[in-house]
């Protein structure tokens, strides 16, 4: 980072967003400007936050994998308890329940007909 104005416009900002005030904000600036240290000081704060950034997109994409899994896992349990609740019913109430219909009953009800896509 070699124009100053982004390496103040930098500073500015990660020091924002460590809970520094404005006075103190500029009076760092101006001691790194007075000690030549601005440069080099802006670069490593920048890539410090660069990578922090990276770990929590990481950490968020990895949280949404966990949740899509979970929930896959929890449509097949129901799916599979279904399955066998039907599998096992021969009658609900004075309603025979033939093998055709608790194959095509379970499909009915455990089977998604609309994709609403991915809203993890």
Known sequence: MQKESNQILVMEELLKLEDYDDEDI???IEHLKESGRLESISTKKFE???KTVEEERKELIEQQQQAIELQ????RNYRDSLYS???ETEEVGELKISKIDKKLLA???ATRSIDIGNLV
Do not use: P, V
Request: charged letters at 50%; hydrophobic letters at 25%; glycine letters at 0%.
């Open 85 to 87: 609740f039907i599998s």
């Open 72 to 75: 896959k896992r929890k449509e």
């Open 48 to 50: 410090k936050w660069k």
């Open 107 to 109: 499909d009915y009800i």
């Open 26 to 28: 500029e009076s760092q």
